[in-house]
């Protein structure tokens, strides 16, 4: 199992600060994304190889990595387009099959019944077309994937080689329990990611709403090995891989 840092823990970071503060504080993985941080996956000063190279001479690994959302519309004019938008996608996930990652964290687009028909047909559509990647399709408050009720509803239409992606502080946000999710879903869970949640901030692990330990037990029950990304303040970096593991001994 892996035990990463998420780059939304330090947005402003530039990689090699980013890499530099992760391995300080223990980190052997990180999660990268490809949009709202300053180490981008596609940031214009970084190629494939520069990231690469940045990794390795941090000494530290890529365990997972957010693409853009599946939306079925264009970003510039949000025209619906699904092909133009798969199309954008599948170069995403290009990418990160050249960094050498194959777990990747993918939303939906607006809560309407379009974005939903869309994200079914295109997510379908991507594992289809390529077959040694796993998509974890993650929840966003206010997106067509949100609540229970919301992955109760479009899951089954998925293919089975479909994951999902278990992000508390999205769950948190949208008033869903992360440990009822986790019951209902862990067997099918790709990509887990630990934000904890106080009145709508984020705070260090174990100091808001998030039950760590009841989420680790219905994973471990399903026998849940693939990522774990944490996603701490930036002054409780350290702090926040010291309470995971004291969770994942119990």
């Not at 990522?227 to 995971?244: F, K, M």
Request: hydrophobic residues 45%; glycine residues 8%; aromatic residues 6%.
């Amino acid at each position: 199992m892996q035990i990463a840092l998420s780059a939304l823990a330090l947005r402003q970071a530039g990689l090699p600060d980013f890499l530099a503060a992760a391995s300080t504080a223990g980190y052997d993985c990180v999660e990268l994304y490809r949009q709202r941080t300053e180490a981008s996956l596609v940031h214009p000063d970084y190629s494939v190889r520069r990231i690469r190279e940045t990794l390795a001479t941090a000494g530290v690994g890529l365990a997972a990595c957010e693409i853009r959302p599946l939306t079925g519309r264009k970003a510039d004019s949000d025209e619906r387009n699904l092909a133009y938008n798969l199309r954008q996608v599948e170069w995403d996930i290009h990418l990160c099959r050249a960094l050498g990652v194959r777990i990747l964290g993918l939303r939906g687009g607006a809560d309407t019944q379009q974005a939903r028909q869309d994200l079914v047909e295109g997510v379908n559509l991507l594992t289809q077309r390529i077959d040694d990647v796993v998509l974890a399709l993650g929840p966003r408050a206010g997106s067509c994937l949100a609540t229970m009720a919301d992955f109760e509803a479009l899951v089954p239409a998925f293919f089975d080689s479909v994951g999902l992606w278990l992000d508390t502080g999205e769950l948190l946000t949208a008033d869903v329990d992360p440990v009822l999710f986790a019951q209902a879903w862990s067997e099918r869970v790709r990509l887990v990611h630990l934000r904890d949640v106080r009145e709508g901030e984020t705070v260090a692990l174990g100091d808001g709403d998030l039950d760590i330990d009841g989420v680790l037990a219905a994973l471990a029950q399903a026998g849940y090995a693939g990522p774990i990304v944490v996603e701490p303040p930036a002054d409780a970096l350290a702090a926040a891989r010291e309470r995971l593991f004291v969770s994942l001994e119990r």
